[in-house]
């Protein structure tokens, strides 16, 4: 028996106490609401089966997000996307707000290319700060290396120069935006592009926001799977 196969897409946004969710814990949210909205969400097959969902760009612990992105494998027959949405949405706490959701026909992996972020100070910068933030942009301007200590999981710090992943930077009154490069080999953490602008949490008028995010979509064209009846 062959299941025909979509990938259902829903896009929302993450705010207030709901963005200190982790990366498992907002997967296991989803796949709670996805389950109580009825979406019919598809399992991996062998001794563990697991529902068949990803986040493709993972969230930093506090990091709000205008553009956090959910997959999930599903079966195609009388599935409607506009009408899992309105299930979805009705089911979503405080924090977390639904934005849009699509389906594409077969399986659909979505690959994050870049990531902008947004720090929103709490107050005008001074003089000393404007004079750093300008530093920052002649890095950018001159491609001149932007080392930084990455604490590793042993505990260890190691030298990482970021500016390969630095791919833009912007900044009007108290509003600073960085756009980062995101490859298979990694991107530059939120700590890093902090300390790089020279930024501490009590200086941000509220938590860093991921402002948009810009996605490569390889899609597979055959749209069914075998199943055991």
């Not at 200190?20 to 996805?34: D, G, I, N, Y």
Request: net charge neutral.
């Amino acid at each position: 028996m062959q299941t025909e196969v979509l990938t259902f897409i829903a896009d929302f946004k993450v705010h207030g106490r709901f963005a200190c969710l982790s990366h498992q814990e907002t997967l296991s949210f989803w796949q709670r609401v996805l389950t109580c909205a009825k979406v019919p969400v598809l399992y991996s097959k062998g001794f563990n089966p697991r529902p068949r969902l990803s986040l493709p760009l993972p969230r930093s612990v506090g990091v709000q997000s205008d553009c956090e992105r959910l997959c999930a494998a599903v079966a195609a027959e009388d599935f409607c996307p506009e009408a899992a949405g309105r299930a979805v949405a009705a089911l979503l706490p405080e924090g977390c707000t639904l934005t849009g959701t699509n389906a594409i026909p077969g399986k659909a992996a979505f690959y994050p290319v870049s990531a902008t972020y947004q720090f929103t100070l709490s107050a005008a910068p001074d003089a000393a700060r404007r004079d750093h933030l300008e530093h920052c942009i002649k890095q950018l301007t001159t491609n001149e290396p932007v080392v930084q200590l990455r604490r590793m999981e042993n505990n260890r710090q190691r030298p990482v120069d970021i500016r390969p992943f630095l791919e833009g930077f912007s900044r009007d009154k108290t509003l600073i935006q960085t756009v980062c490069a995101i490859r298979p080999t990694g991107t530059v953490r939120i700590d890093e592009l902090m300390h790089w602008l020279g930024l501490e949490p009590c200086d941000l008028a509220e938590p860093v926001r991921r402002i948009a995010v810009q996605w490569d979509c390889h899609t597979n064209q055959f749209q069914g799977e075998n199943q055991l009846s």
